[in-house]
């Protein structure tokens, strides 16, 4: 299963005069058929984008609209539900994980679900954010769609 940044999506929804758009509508259609994945912190992060640039509602249909694809897997980090501490705890102490690997929160919290769920690579173009600090295969769109040409 691949997942799909945020920087990935904002480019699809958001900034479509960006140099990188045309490689990103391209990965994103032939992936389209087989599905990917969004990390849910990568959507909601999307989501903050949306309502930030346009409409606030418009965000919220788009977090609806991802939810219900039968295309796309939002994707979750396994949490532990004991008590509220224990929520806590174990989050806190995954996004430590990544953090401790030179990673700012919001890269962890997306790190940690896609390392935890079963991702085999993770399509970005902030490559140097994830590179080196996970064993996942971690690809621009370019690359992907050269590799599976």
Known sequence: ?????TDVLVIHHVFKDDPRFAATADFLNRHAPQG??????SLLELCGIIATARQPQEAVLLLEEYLTS???QVLYPPMAWEN???LWAHQNAELMKRIQRGMRLGDAAILWTVESTACDALVTWNTKHYRQKTPLKVQTPEEWLKANS
């Open 1 to 5: 299963m691949i997942a799909v940044d």
């Open 36 to 41: 990917y994945s969004v990390p849910i912190f």
């Open 70 to 72: 039968p295309t796309v």
């Open 84 to 86: 509220v501490t224990a």
